[in-house]
């Protein structure tokens, strides 16, 4: 049977980061205790594996063990209720349910929710980056498989509206209505400058798909 360190995850509390409990570090199997590896490039390079199309789930699952616990000897269906646990664990939000989307975006998490359609964790790497080396005097390289997830998440989520992160994002969610003129000509270039690949490269799939699609039917014409 499964069990975990943090009691507060087994009834249902938030067990992310507290004033009077230490961060999670550990997962409980039985008797056993095996450390889990939540660094937060750790957790990064797990959200990365999750987006690969290359790797079945049942692949992910195994590199999945072995970049958190890494341990022998545990059952399968351990290591499947762990990974659940821990996949539960990195998603915790601190102000809503993460299986509820809040009604409006003011005010919400960076990093959960609506919001994460507006930032990527591997694009915008610089900027996060260079946003939390000149809010908190921290070099993220050196801290590298030593911060916590839940540490990183809420610095990410501290940073002001005036960072470089904080800006792009905010570039990204202006809307353009009621703009005119210059206004809207330079919000739309930074829009475009800043737009995320995964829309650059669905609208150039789209737009390569037309050209096809004409090109075919010019040809049998």
Not at 42 to 64: H, P, S, Y
Not at 108 to 121: D, L, P, W
Not at 162 to 185: A, C, N, P, T, V
Request: glycine letters at 6%; proline letters at 3%.
């Amino acid at each position: 049977m499964l069990k975990t360190l943090n009691i507060l995850h087994l009834t249902g509390m938030r067990t992310m980061i507290s004033l009077t409990q230490p961060l999670a570090w550990y997962w409980q199997c039985e008797d056993k205790k095996y450390r889990v590896n939540l660094a937060f490039d750790n957790v990064l390079r797990w959200f990365e594996l999750l987006d690969r199309d290359d790797k079945t789930d049942a692949q992910k699952g195994v590199i999945g063990w072995h970049m958190f616990v890494n341990a022998n000897g545990v059952a399968p269906e351990d290591r499947l209720k762990a990974l659940q646990w821990i996949n539960q664990y990195i998603g915790q939000q601190p102000y809503h349910d993460s299986e509820m989307q809040p009604a409006t975006d003011e005010g919400s998490s960076v990093t959960g929710g609506a919001q994460e359609e507006f930032f990527s964790y591997v694009q915008d790497a610089p900027a996060i980056w260079s946003s939390i080396r000149a809010f908190y005097g921290i070099d993220l390289e050196d801290e590298l498989g030593k911060l916590h997830w839940h540490k990183f998440r809420a610095m990410l989520d501290g940073l002001p509206g005036s960072s470089y992160f904080m800006r792009i994002i905010d570039i990204r969610q202006r809307s353009r209505q009621g703009l005119e003129g210059k206004d809207l000509i330079n919000l739309v270039d930074l829009q475009n400058y800043y737009v995320l690949d995964k829309y650059r490269n669905a609208k150039h799939s789209a737009e390569a798909a037309d050209f096809f699609a004409a090109w075919a039917s010019s040809a049998n014409k």
